[in-house]
């Protein structure tokens, strides 16, 4: 699969990227991440995950069909998106 990620406001502090069939998602700025959502292009919430608050998370890549999603993680209070596309 290849995967490319896109992030949605210039001052996104929120980096994405493919680690084997993983997507790791890491606060740029040691913010702790407290809950990852994973929406499809219509909107639909694919994958909800609570995080133990950790600045690193890794979501599997191989069971996510080819296509676009957004990602939305929770920090300190703030939500940052990213936008995630699977070919």
Do not use: H, M, W
Not at 6 to 29: H, P, W
Not at 57 to 81: F, H, M, W
Request: one cysteine or more; hydrophobic letters at 40%.
């Amino acid at each position: 699969k290849c995967i490319y990620f896109d992030n949605v406001k210039n001052n996104n502090t929120l980096n994405a990227f493919e680690s084997g069939d993983n997507i790791i998602i890491r606060s740029a700025a040691n913010a702790l991440i407290e809950s990852i959502d994973l929406y499809n292009v219509s909107g639909k919430l694919i994958s909800q995950i609570s995080v133990n608050a950790s600045i690193e998370v890794q979501i599997p890549s191989s069971t996510l069909a080819a296509g676009v999603y957004i990602l939305n993680a929770k920090t300190d209070n703030v939500i940052e998106s990213c936008k995630v596309t699977i070919k």
